[in-house]
């Protein structure tokens, strides 16, 4: 069973164009969630996602930002017109359902650099 | 609102020293309280996750205790390896599926 998986590893934009980050989760996992760990500092919550549904997005910027859950296909983490600012590493995790007793999976992570 | 700390921000020791790493939460009201490490440039691997129930857990050198009245959980690492060195990162997971991290501890263990 191969663990949550994310690409690119690795992302260069340039100040104003948009990027497009992919997660998908482990087999069997519905819940999708998205941490952004800016240098030097841990990991924190941006977006929890359902298949089709958001169900939390209250740590992501509610401007450029924006994620989705498809019924079929990878989650999304989309900025738009990405600043120095949003240069970090993207994080996204999987669990088989949302609750205490069920760990969250966390994938290797995108790094996002803007020039 | 949970916040998570941990002390040291870096710490250096010579191989085969035991250690302790620290981490303090101010909300007691958790039901996880997780372990990772995080190479450079890499992703997460857990370490060990104790739930509010348990008091500690281990596994191979490390264990990992957690006290939710004092708000505080530690790692300890036996025999420390370089091949340890790594930064350790804790969270607290409160239950409104959020983990919320730790800045982590930066440890070099040096040959």
């Known amino acids: 069973n191969a663990g949550v998986m994310q690409n690119p590893r690795h992302l260069v934009r340039r100040r104003g164009q948009e990027a497009r980050l992919r997660c998908s989760p482990m087999k069997g996992h519905s819940h999708v969630y998205w941490y952004r760990q800016l240098p030097e500092e841990g990991l924190k919550f941006m977006v929890y996602l359902q298949k089709e549904n958001i169900i939390d997005e209250s740590g992501m910027p509610k401007e450029r930002f924006s994620a989705e859950f498809p019924k079929e296909g990878p989650s999304i983490l989309r900025i738009q017109q990405v600043v120095r600012g949003d240069s970090a590493a993207y994080f996204c995790a999987s669990s088989i359902a949302q609750g205490a007793l069920h760990e969250q999976y966390f994938g290797p992570g995108t790094r996002l650099t803007v020039t | 609102k949970q916040e998570v700390t941990q002390i040291p921000a870096a710490l250096s020791v010579p191989e085969g020293e035991n250690l302790v790493l620290n981490c303090s939460f101010t909300?007691?009201?958790?039901?996880?309280l997780q372990w990772f490490r995080q190479d450079p440039g890499k992703g997460l691997t857990s370490l060990l996750l104790i739930q509010s129930s348990q008091r500690e857990q281990t596994s191979g050198r490390l264990n990992a205790s957690l006290d939710k009245s004092s708000g505080r959980s530690t790692l300890y690492i036996a025999a420390s390896q370089p091949g340890d060195s790594a930064t350790y990162l804790c969270a607290a997971y409160s239950g409104t599926y959020k983990y919320i991290f730790g800045t982590g501890t930066r440890l070099k263990v040096l040959a």
């Open positions: 909300d007691s009201a958790i039901y996880n």
